[in-house]
T-cell receptor, first 114, second 111 residues
Framework: NAGVMQNPRHLVRRRGQEARLRCSPM?????VYWYRQLPEEGLKFMVY????????ESGMPKERFSAEFPKEGPSILRIQQVVRGDSAAYFC????????????FGPGTRLTVT | SQKIEQNSEALNIQEGKTATLTCNYT??????LQWYRQDPGRGPVFLLL?????KEKRKERLKVTFDTTLKQSLFHITASQPADSATYLC??????????FGAGTTVTVRA
C-alpha cells in the first residue's frame, strides 16, 4: 500500500508566479490535510478537505492560497503570485474516515521563491 | 493562546544511553497527545499516541508519559542507537482533526 504521495518534491518559483502542489492520499483515505512548516517552527495546519468539500480552511491565508480535492485526482494546493515569505515545506497528510487523529504524512514539497 | 514548547536545545547522547525529551503545553486540555519522528527532508512519521487517562505508554524502546496536571509529556528513547538520530515532534489536537505541533527536538546519537 503506497503511502501519501506528493509532487513535486522541490519547486522553485520566481516572485509573482503560481505554485501548484499535488497530494495523492493513501488508498482508502478520503480526508486530506495540508500543513506548512517554516524553518525552526512547528507544522501549522492550513486546510482540511474531503472529496469535493473544504471542511476547514481556517489556517489558510485569505488571499492567494486555495485548495481543492476533486472527486477524481489528487488534492491541489495552489499559491498564486508567490512571495518570498511563501518559501517553506508544505506537507500533506491523509486519514481514513472517522479516524482524523490518525494522520499519515507525505514527504513534503519544498517551495523556494526567488 | 495555546502554546507547545519542546526542549529548545538539541540533544547529543552516547549510544546505549537514554534520551529524554520534554513537551510542555499551556492553555490546552487535550484528550490525547502524539509523538512523531521527522528525518531531514522527510515528512513526520507517527510513533505513539497517549490518551489523557493513560499515564504511560511503551512501544519497543520508546516510552511516553503524560501528566495532565503538570501539562507535560516526556518521551524516552532507551538503549539509543545512531539510527534514532532525528527530530522528534510533539503534537496536540486542537479539535477532532486539527493538530498543533511543537517545533521539535533534534536528537543525535553518537556511536
Amino acid at each position: 500500500n503506497a503511502g501519501v504521495m506528493q509532487n513535486p518534491r522541490h519547486l522553485v518559483r520566481r516572485r509573482g508566479q503560481e505554485a501548484r502542489l499535488r497530494c495523492s492520499p493513501m488508498k482508502g483515505h478520503s480526508h486530506v490535510y495540508w500543513y506548512r512548516q517554516l524553518p525552526e517552527e512547528g507544522l501549522k495546519f492550513m486546510v482540511y478537505l474531503q472529496k469535493e468539500n473544504i471542511i476547514d480552511e481556517s489556517g489558510m491565508p485569505k488571499e492567494r492560497f486555495s485548495a481543492e480535492f476533486p472527486k477524481e485526482g489528487p488534492s491541489i494546493l495552489r499559491i498564486q503570485q508567490v512571495v518570498r515569505g511563501d518559501s517553506a515545506a508544505y506537507f500533506c497528510a491523509s486519514s481514513p474516515p472517522a479516524k482524523s487523529y490518525e494522520q499519515y504524512f507525505g514527504p513534503g514539497t519544498r517551495l523556494t521563491v526567488t | 493562546s495555546q502554546k507547545i514548547e519542546q526542549n529548545s536545545e538539541a540533544l547529543n547522547i552516547q549510544e546505549g544511553k537514554t534520551a529524554t525529551l520534554t513537551c510542555n503545553y499551556t492553555n490546552y486540555s487535550p484528550a490525547y497527545l502524539q509523538w512523531y519522528r521527522q528525518d531531514p527532508g522527510r515528512g513526520p512519521v507517527f510513533l505513539l499516541l497517549i490518551r489523557e487517562n493513560e499515564k504511560e505508554k511503551r512501544k519497543e524502546r520508546l516510552k511516553v508519559t503524560f501528566d495532565t496536571t503538570l501539562k507535560q509529556s516526556l518521551f524516552h528513547i532507551t538503549a539509543s542507537q545512531p539510527a534514532d538520530s532525528a527530530t522528534y515532534l510533539c503534537a496536540l489536537p486542537l479539535n477532532d482533526y486539527k493538530l498543533s505541533f511543537g517545533a521539535g527536538t533534534t536528537v543525535t546519537v553518537r556511536a
